[in-house]
């Protein structure tokens, strides 16, 4: 989409929607943007049709956490081993219950991704795999962390975000998920870093186990460092791209010495597992 819009002003962000299953023709185009669109703007949108383009409304939205809102209300899922919900739904003792509230980070296990490296973490555990020092790079609310943790309990577990209000998020979370937060093996420490670029992070390294569900952007220019980060013979799971994205991911981390262990596609997107030589 962004080849072909060109230069396109990546502050405008669009959706489209079908108006009625009965029409799929007739679609609302949507776009959201931190100001008040201008001639410019407008413009911008109007270049997107051919011909005659149609009226252009505009509307100011009330101040409010939209991504939080946006989780609020979900289903439960229901993904390998685990059954992520809010506290609204009742737990499954015949699953590993993780509770994730709404939150300002990204990781509720909603998307695609989330759930299918849930999945895949489950295969991992059943063909075998032992993972004594895990890291979740990225880890955005928690989930992940916290689901290793309960695949391998006796694990050091190192978690890290880019984003500084997923201290707090993870915190709060691990607390609702009796998940206790330290250095030890068993316990979970966070810290803020982007990508491995912290000193805690390099000094607990290499790991047997790295977890990174991000974008396929940062997971290409992030290869070298995670080709660093992982000991011979451990294991790396990337998510966060898509199945167009896929060839260009694995050429990456071919050349960091990877191959592919394991893969499976959640909607458009896919889940790799990859090996590093020996």
């Known amino acids: 989409m962004a080849e ?31 100001r008040k669109p201008g001639t410019a703007e407008k413009g911008a949108l ?45 737990a499954r ?11 300002q980070a990204f990781g509720t296990g909603q998307h695609e991704t989330t759930a299918g490296c849930l999945e895949m973490l489950d295969a991992m555990k ?3 795999v032992v993972a004594r020092n895990i890291a979740d790079i990225g880890t955005g609310t928690g989930l992940l962390a916290f689901a290793a943790r309960e695949i391998w309990p006796s694990a050091l577990q190192t978690a890290s975000d880019i984003d500084e209000v997923c201290a707090t998020v993870v915190a709060d979370n691990a607390a ?30 290499p790991y047997d186990l790295l977890i990174a569900n ?5 997971l290409v220019e992030l290869a070298p460092d995670f080709g660093k980060a992982v000991t011979p013979g451990g294991n790396l799971l990337l998510a966060g791209l898509l199945e167009t994205q896929e060839p260009r991911i694995r050429r990456a981390y071919r050349k960091q010495g990877f191959r592919l262990a394991a893969r499976l596609v ?13």
């Open 176 to 205: 609702m998920n009796a998940v206790p937060l330290g250095a030890k093996a068993g316990e979970v420490t966070m810290v803020i870093a982007p990508g491995t670029d912290h000193p805690l992070i390099k000094a607990r390294g």
């Open 46 to 90: 109007a270049a997107l049709f051919e011909g005659e383009a149609p009226a252009i409304e505009a509307e100011r939205l009330p101040d409010e956490d939209w991504l939080t809102l946006s989780q609020q209300g979900v289903e439960p899922i229901f993904a390998g081993r685990f059954h992520v919900r809010t506290a609204d739904y009742e």
């Open 126 to 128: 059943r063909s075998g």
């Open 266 to 278: 959640n909607g458009a997107w896919s889940i790799l597992w990859l090996r590093k030589r020996r």
């Open 214 to 218: 991000i974008l396929a952007g940062p």
């Open 93 to 103: 003792a015949d699953l590993t219950d993780i509770v994730i509230p709404a939150s």
């Open 4 to 34: 072909e819009l060109g230069t396109w002003d990546d502050e405008i962000v669009l959706s489209g929607r079908e108006i009625a299953e009965d029409k799929p023709q007739d679609w609302v185009l949507e776009a959201w943007m931190e």
